[in-house]
Structure formats: structure tokens, C-alpha cells
């Protein structure tokens, strides 16, 4: 019990201080974690043997991940992706392992070893890819749905590279014990004949009827089961059965596919699908998440660990060279296909460096090919390394892409941009659920605008409506000129970007000093960024729809319609005064909870608006007496 509580403690502790440390620096949760691994593990010694068991528990995190994502996938979306799953997918795995089996060859290892390297280093990092992606609110993107596509090709074809390994064995190898017995390579100790299995011993027509039985099972169960479960598990009023139940379904699927020789992975995924469109979908996502995070954490953990060092150290640069040649090599048969499936630009780079990786399922493909006598061990120590240091160096691939998609912004827009021909009195930059509004408004008013926006699917549907707009970067000094920068009366800065924002709103200050400009802003920091800029009217987008409940919530509690709107006005002109006072201490470059003239000003400004709606009310009741 004592070495367990250490362990947890050391790896908690680790994950702990690391994480926050690595994201504060922008380089994301998962290198962190491998950071905190390799800390506990090859540096200071802190951790040893266990962590390959723990291992195993810990991919369990990526079972659930796969859950989790099935549930925002309704079952039409994941047959819409069918042409990317075969297609790309499908090419993606073969093309990588035959160009990684020449590399092996020419390496002087013979076709069925350099095959079984070629399979193991083909498929790429779930776990990292995933996360990193939800993190950095890429998988909404073209890139992003590619790259999740082939992901989920890779999990399936685990199942069939594991059925092929084996037929790649050359003859055993006979060892000769220290007791005399004489024993084959890759036996012992295993003990693979107890493994429970449906399907063992049955002929293929059987295993077929079995493991499409065990599929049936999951989707009948997920449509007719779960309803009047969920619907038992309510009438306790307990809300750790919520848990229970959320763990036992995700927990259940997985031995069950395992028991039919599936991926636990997948059978999850699968089980998220049918479960996509049910009322219980939000439940199970809030009492899974935590346990998703803190496994995959663990799992990155252990990858960090797991490192031989003392390997890595007798030829470090051989063994980071073959790590970035598979990168490279990968990289180049992803950026191919992305290009020959229409990506572009920015999504072509994402599908290229985020899947250039190995992965962890090769950490798996290899010690199963040593146990059956396809990879020598003295090969497999050095591919687990690569594995290893091609997943380390991954979050790298992604601050390049950052990189990339930085520079891409204008020469993207300047390639797309359309050619204006029209001016008009108001330039609305940005034509998103915000500023479609405002244009909606504006034009309904009898006045023209201008639409700029950088996105063609958002300029394609307004048109299809009736409205006219223009595909161009809005910050471009060209574009405004072209819309009538030099002539307008308003313009309305209402992109997503927060830096595209202000440097428009800059822009446009300085070159015409006399223009109206009300600009979007995503939070209070942003309306001080624009205050400074010379915006005229800020918006935050929330705040009104935010002060409209305000005023419902205390129409309802007591005040009189008339009351509640008179609150909701002394809020709105007090909260105007407050930002323009509180523009005048804040610092960009301090945060506001470390500025301690902003936090005094902001305290004060806080009783100021309490006195000024108790007087209010004060007066009020004075008038109705």
C-alpha cells in the first residue's frame, strides 16, 4: 500500500508541477506530461519497472477519448466521411509502410522484418493528435477532419496487422536456460492461453458470426438499452451512479470487443456513435471527461518513462536521425495525399505535420512482433526509441505549423482575394454570426455596405441568401481602400480574430482620423486594446444579451419592469465609464490580477456602482410613496 501511495504522489506530483509549467510556455499539455515522465523516470530515478504496467491501464484513456469523440459524431456525419476512411486513410497506412519497408531494406533488413517495421511506424499518435487538436480548437478544421479520418483508419487497421504479424515469423529460435530446459523465442510466460475469448478455436466462419454478433450487441444495446437504464439509475438520486454507469458502459464494450479479438478503441468509438443522438449524450461526456484527461495524462507519463536512456545515450545521433527521417518520410506521403485530396494552405500543413508521427499503438504492433518472432529484440529496443522521441518531438510539429499558418495569413488572402468594384458609406470586416447582423440590420435600413471577410464558405452562403460580400482579407490596406476606406462613414470591425481587430481598427484610425468605428471585442482586455487603438463604439459581443438576463432575472424577483430596465441602465452607462477609467491603468504587458492600480480602481468602481443602484432604488420607492 506504501509503494502505491509513493507512486501516485510521484506521478501526480509530477504531472502537477510540469503540465501547468509547459502551458504557460505555449507548448501544450502533452509535451509537458512526457516532460514530467522523463523527469521521474530516466533522470532523477524516481520510478522503474512499473510504468510499462501502467502503461496498459493508462491506454485505457485513449479508449474513452475515442468514446467521447463518437459522441459528437452522429452516425450520418461518420457515413459522410466514408470517401476520407477509405481513401485517404487507406492510402495513407499503405504508402507509408511500403516507403518506410524501403528505408528498412536498404537498411539490410530482410522484406518480412522491414514489412512489420513498415506497419508499426505507419500509424501515427492518437492520443497526442487528438488532444493536441481539441486543445488548439483545430478539429473543426479541413485539416483537422483528414487528420481525425485517417486516425480512426489506423485504429481499425490495428486489427488486421495484428492477424497478419504472425504469418511474417521466420523459424524460432531455440534458448538454452540456465537449468538446461530448452525453450522457443516468444514463449513463457505469457500466458495467452488463458486469455478469456470468444473466438478462439472456432473456425472463420464462426469468429465472423461472433465478432459481427458482438458489434449487433453494442449498437442494439446503445438504441434499446440505454434509455431504460439511464432512466433506473435516476430514480436513485445518487449522482456518483451517473459514474458508475458512464465507466461500466465504456469499461463493458471494451472487454467485449477484446473478447472477440476487436479494439477496445474502436468497439468505444463505435458505442459513441449510437449514442451520438441520445439525451444522455451531454451526462455521459461530463462524467467521462475527467477520467479521459487524467488517463491520457498518465499514459504520456509513462511514454516519458518508459525511455531508455542509457540506449539513447550510446548513439543519440543515429537515434534521433531515424526519428526524424520517419517524420520526414511520413511527412512527405501525407503532404502528397493531402494535395491530391484537395487540401489547402493551412489544412494541408496540419494533416501533414500533425500525422507524421509513430504512434502508441506501434509501442503495441512491435512487442507483439518480438513475442512472435517477426522483429529481432535487439531491433525492437531501438524502434520503441524512435516511437518514443518521434511522439516527443510532435508537439514541435505542431508550434511549426503555428509558424506556418502565420506566415500563410496574407499571401492565402492576396491569392483569394476578389476584386472590389463597389463603395459604399459602411464597411462592415467580418461577416460571422456578429457582424451578419449588424449588415442584416443596416441594409434593411435602406443604407449600402461593404461585406469583407477572409472566409469563402461564410461569403458563398451569404450570397446564396441575397447578400452581397467580398472575399479578401479586411486588414489589407488595398482591400480598404478598393471598399472606400477613404470616403466612408462607418466602419464596423467584427472579425473572430482579436488581433486582426485591433490592427484594423489602428489602421483605419490613422488614416482617416474622422471615421466612426465600432468594433468587437472578446473580452474586457480586448475593449482596452481597442480603446487605445481609437475605436469610438466597443462591443462586447456577451455583454448585451448578458445585461438583457440581468433584467429578466430581476423582473422576476421582485422589481417592476420599469425598475429592472432602470438597473439595466445604470449598469450599461456605469460599466461604459468603468471601462474608460480602467483603460487608463491597465497594462498590456501586466496581467490584470498582478496590477495592483488596476485591482484598487476596479474595487472602487464596484462600490461606486452598488451606491448608484441602491440610490436608485432608494429613489424609486421614494416616488411610489
Not at 485513449?62 to 487507406?90: K, S, T
Not at 435516476?234 to 458512464?246: C, F, G, N, Q, V
Not at 526519428?323 to 484537395?342: E, H, P, Q, S
Not at 468594433?519 to 469610438?536: I, K, M, P
Amino acid at each position: 500500500m506504501e509503494n502505491f501511495l509513493y507512486q501516485a504522489t510521484i506521478y501526480l506530483g509530477a504531472a502537477v508541477i510540469a503540465v501547468p509549467f509547459a502551458a504557460r510556455l505555449g507548448l501544450g499539455s502533452v509535451l509537458g506530461y512526457l516532460a514530467a515522465g522523463i523527469i521521474i523516470g530516466p533522470l532523477l530515478g524516481l520510478v522503474g519497472s512499473e510504468t510499462q504496467e501502467l502503461q496498459h491501464f493508462a491506454e485505457f484513456g485513449v479508449v474513452m477519448m475515442l468514446f467521447l469523440i463518437g459522441l459528437e459524431l452522429e452516425p450520418r456525419a461518420l457515413w459522410d466521411m466514408r470517401h476520407r476512411l477509405i481513401g485517404l486513410g487507406g492510402l495513407q497506412i499503405t504508402v507509408s509502410t511500403l516507403a518506410l519497408m524501403a528505408a528498412a531494406m536498404a537498411a539490410g533488413q530482410t522484406w518480412s522484418v522491414a514489412l512489420a517495421i513498415g506497419l508499426a511506424l505507419s500509424l501515427s499518435s492518437t492520443a497526442i493528435v487528438l488532444q493536441t487538436l481539441s486543445e488548439k480548437g483545430l478539429m473543426r478544421t479541413g485539416g483537422g477532419r483528414s487528420a481525425f479520418s485517417v486516425l480512426l483508419t489506423q485504429d481499425i487497421a490495428v486489427i488486421p496487422i495484428l492477424a497478419l504479424l504472425p504469418l511474417l515469423a521466420s523459424a524460432p529460435i531455440m534458448l538454452i536456460n540456465s537449468d538446461g530446459s530448452i525453450e522457443r523465442a516468444g514463449e513463457g510466460g505469457h500466458g495467452h492461453g488463458a486469455d478469456l475469448s470468444l473466438v478462439e478455436g472456432l473456425p472463420g466462419w464462426g469468429v465472423t458470426l461472433v465478432t459481427i454478433a458482438a458489434v449487433a450487441a453494442v449498437v442494439l444495446a446503445g438504441i434499446y438499452l440505454t434509455r431504460p437504464v439511464f432512466r433506473y439509475i435516476h430514480l436513485s438520486r445518487l449522482r456518483e451512479m451517473y459514474t458508475a454507469l458512464a465507466l461500466g458502459i465504456v469499461v463493458g464494450i471494451s472487454f467485449l470487443m477484446t473478447l472477440v479479438g476487436l479494439s477496445p478503441a474502436l468497439g468505444a468509438f463505435l458505442a459513441g456513435v449510437v449514442l451520438a443522438n441520445s439525451e444522455f449524450r451531454h451526462e455521459l461526456e461530463s462524467d467521462l471527461e475527467p477520467f479521459k484527461g487524467l488517463l491520457l495524462g498518465l499514459f504520456f507519463i509513462t511514454v516519458g518513462a518508459g525511455i531508455n536512456f542509457s540506449l539513447f545515450f550510446a548513439e543519440p545521433g543515429d537515434l534521433i536521425g531515424l526519428a526524424l527521417l520517419v517524420i520526414l518520410a511520413k511527412g512527405v506521403v501525407l503532404y502528397v495525399l493531402g494535395r491530391t485530396f484537395g487540401l489547402k494552405g493551412r489544412d494541408r500543413w496540419l494533416f501533414t505535420l500533425s500525422l507524421a508521427q509513430a504512434g502508441e499503438f506501434g509501442f503495441v504492433l512491435v512487442a507483439f512482433s518480438v513475442q512472435q518472432n517477426v522483429i529481432p529484440t535487439s531491433v525492437s529496443e531501438k524502434l520503441l526509441l524512435i516511437i518514443a522521441l518521434s511522439m516527443l518531438i510532435t508537439p514541435l510539429l505542431f508550434i511549426t505549423y503555428d509558424f506556418i499558418s502565420n506566415q500563410m495569413t496574407e499571401k492565402v488572402s492576396s491569392e483569394e482575394a476578389d476584386e472590389i468594384n463597389e463603395q459604399g458609406p459602411v464597411i462592415i470586416a467580418g461577416i460571422g454570426r456578429f457582424g451578419q447582423i449588424v449588415n442584416r440590420l443596416v441594409q434593411a435600413s435602406g443604407f449600402k455596405t461593404i461585406v469583407l471577410d477572409n472566409n469563402m464558405e461564410t461569403i458563398q452562403l451569404m450570397r446564396r441568401f441575397g447578400y452581397k460580400g467580398f472575399l479578401g482579407d479586411p486588414t489589407r490596406p488595398e482591400l480598404l481602400k478598393a471598399a472606400g476606406l477613404g470616403k466612408a462613414r462607418v466602419l464596423v470591425a467584427a472579425m473572430n480574430d482579436k488581433s486582426a481587430v485591433t490592427q484594423l481598427v489602428a489602421y483605419a484610425r490613422r488614416e482617416r482620423p474622422d471615421l466612426h468605428i465600432v468594433a468587437r471585442a472578446h473580452d474586457r482586455n480586448h475593449v482596452y486594446e481597442l480603446y487605445r487603438a481609437g475605436a469610438d463604439d466597443i462591443v462586447r459581443e456577451t455583454f448585451d444579451a448578458s445585461l438583457r438576463a440581468g433584467r429578466y432575472v430581476l423582473e422576476n424577483v421582485g422589481l417592476s419592469e420599469f425598475e429592472a430596465d432602470a438597473a439595466k441602465r445604470t449598469f450599461y452607462d456605469h460599466d461604459r465609464y468603468a471601462v474608460q477609467q480602467l483603460a487608463e491603468v491597465w497594462d498590456p504587458n501586466i496581467a490584470p490580477t498582478e496590477n495592483a492600480a488596476y485591482i484598487k480602481r476596479a474595487q472602487e468602481l464596484e462600490k461606486e456602482l452598488e451606491l448608484a443602484l441602491t440610490n436608485q432604488t432608494s429613489a424609486e420607492e421614494q416616488k411610489s410613496a
